[in-house]
Structures are given as structure tokens and as C-alpha cells.
């Protein structure tokens, strides 16, 4: 049987999307020739979890996600969230678009005014094994 074709979601479709890329100065999502090597939602799940290979990394502030896993049709993954805290931090589901769309307040101002700062793709990531990423 033939592997049926996929096509990515475009995320930037989206406006929320689109407006959060120009503010971090480069594409959330990334390149379709980089999604279609991240295996598919539960493809890996028999791998143990120091082998299993992190595809993509984004970052912001003190907080951290390593995506082993995605449904390309609607941008939910799975992988390793550390949220700043070591001890809290825990493999679970992503909703991408909605990690795309989100702000962290990483600085106050003088005035009191708070700096949000969107979520980043780490572009300098080479995959690898997640007991590589995590020592």
C-alpha cells in the first residue's frame, strides 16, 4: 500500500500567525522540506525516550519545546515542554499554532510596562536524540 500523500497546514494563512512571524523576524513553521522528515503523531512511541530524535526546537525566555512528533494537517505535536522549572518540565501534546500565536513577558520596563516577546523557531537546531539535547 502506498503512503497517502499529506498536505501540510500553511500556518501562514493564518493572520495571527503571519503578524507574530514579522515580529520575530522569521517563520514560525518550517520549511516543508524540514516537516515532511519529522515523523507522524505516534510514530515513534515505541522508542525509548533518550533515542527518540528531537526535529525542532523553539524557544522563549526561560521556556523550552523539543518536537519528536506532528500532524502536518493540523500542527499538533508531541514532544518535551520545560516551562522553566526542571522539576514541572514533561512530554505531552502541542498545539502549535497556538505556541505561534503566544507571547511571554520576558522584561519590565522602567514605566512598569511589560515586553512580550513571541515564541521562537531555534533555526541553528540540528536534530538529535533527545538524551543528547536534555544532559
Known sequence: MKPVAV???DLRLDPRVRQADVRRGHRFQPP???????????????VDTADQIV?????????????????PETFQAFGFANLGD???AEWGYIDLIELA????????????A???????????FDPKPFGEVIR
Open 7 to 9: 498536505k501540510p497546514l
Open 32 to 46: 516543508k522540506a524540514e516537516l515532511a522528515k519529522i515523523p507522524r503523531l505516534y510514530a515513534t512511541e515505541q
Open 55 to 71: 526535529h525542532l526546537h523553539y524557544f522563549v525566555g526561560a521556556c523550552d519545546w523539543y518536537i519528536t512528533e506532528i500532524d
Open 86 to 88: 526542571d522539576r514541572c
Open 101 to 112: 500565536v503566544s507571547t511571554v513577558a520576558t522584561a519590565i520596563g522602567p514605566n512598569g
Open 114 to 124: 511589560t515586553f512580550r516577546q513571541p515564541v521562537e523557531r531555534d533555526l541553528y
